[in-house]
């Protein structure tokens, strides 16, 4: 038998703490800039659907993206003058949202083995070099259920006030959840991160 349900996230409230520039004028929002998606055994339009989506989800949630054009001649200049890092550490990472004039950075990642496709997201404070706020979920091969789970992780990171939980209790049997197996210990335990709508 199937079980569907549906919520509707909570109200965003997005509080900013920033000192104001001198002559009292307004403080600008930190601009993020997303760096090219890591995903060796994704194809390009899949690879663009989930760049794509991080971008509208930040553009409805009130986070300022530096353009993509600029983020990747930036990351080109920067290796041109010498940057030569690789994009998987987290300073190299932190380096090119300096170079490239971001104050935060959003870094994604997919990892495919045999589970599947795994989607791992990381907000960065650039100039600091820290790690704010790090999801991953193992993605649904069926592509409905894959655009959900997708934004769920996307939210997760940029407004997790959106998100909702779901407390789940299951006895025998194999549980799924937009269709993902769960492991015996998610049987009994609070699932966080989860898109507004409907959800198996």
Do not use: W, Y
Request: charged fraction near 20%; include cysteine.
């Amino acid at each position: 038998h199937g079980v569907r349900m549906s919520f509707v996230g909570r109200a965003l409230v997005i509080a900013a703490i920033a000192s104001l520039p001198a002559q009292g004028a307004p403080a600008e929002a930190p601009t993020a800039a997303v760096l090219p998606l890591m995903a060796p055994d994704l194809l390009e339009p899949q690879k663009r659907a989930i760049t794509e989506r991080i971008r509208a989800l930040a553009a409805e949630n009130g986070v300022v993206l530096q353009p993509a054009a600029d983020t990747l001649k930036g990351i080109e200049q920067a290796k041109k003058a010498g940057a030569g890092c690789s994009l998987e550490s987290l300073a190299c990472q932190a380096q090119m949202g300096v170079l490239v004039g971001a104050t935060l950075v959003i870094v994604a990642r997919v990892a495919s083995d045999l589970a599947g496709d795994r989607l791992e997201l990381r907000l960065l404070d650039a100039l600091r070099g820290t790690t704010i706020r790090e999801v991953a979920r193992l993605l649904p091969k069926e592509a409905d259920l894959r655009e959900r789970v997708v934004d769920g992780v996307i939210l997760s990171l940029l407004a997790p006030q959106k998100t909702g939980s779901l407390d789940l209790e299951a006895g025998e049997g194999a549980l799924l959840l937009d269709g993902v197996a769960l492991d015996a210990a998610a049987a009994r335990a609070r699932i966080e991160g989860l898109a507004p709508g409907p959800h198996d």
